[in-house]
């Protein structure tokens, strides 16, 4: 399943965009997070369910620039319902920013 957060510019980390997707499965055997050229390290990516974090990087977002992050760990959601909420902020101040997340 692949997932997407589209960030626009200047979105606090108090106020950050957010987006629910249904996955349907308890289990998750891997993430692939697609980070676009651009990014500059100023966008922010969390990845929750039932409002925990399910992958962290470092302190808690998931950041970067041009580059692709796999996460192999195996993680099992509680639920139902099986939800996944991507949730980011972004210090640029021009410049819309997106995540891709390949859940498998």
């Known amino acids: 399943m692949l997932l997407k957060l589209d960030i626009p510019p200047n979105t606090k980390e ?3 965009a957010t987006i629910r997707y249904n996955y349907g499965r308890a289990l998750i055997q891997r993430a692939v ?3 676009p050229r651009g990014h ?6 969390e990845i929750l ?3 925990r974090p399910v992958y962290m990087r470092g ?6 620039d041009d580059s692709q992050v796999t996460l192999a760990e195996r993680v ?7 939800d996944l909420v991507l949730s980011g902020w972004n210090e640029d101040d021009t410049y819309f920013h997106s995540f891709y997340v390949e859940v498998q």
Do not use: C, F, N, V
Request: glycine share 10%; net charge negative.
């Open 59 to 64: 302190e808690r977002y998931i950041e970067g």
């Open 33 to 35: 997070i697609t980070i």
């Open 76 to 82: 099992i959601l509680e639920g139902p319902p099986y």
């Open 49 to 51: 369910s039932q409002g």
């Open 14 to 16: 108090s106020k950050p």
């Open 40 to 45: 500059s390290y100023l966008a922010h990516l």
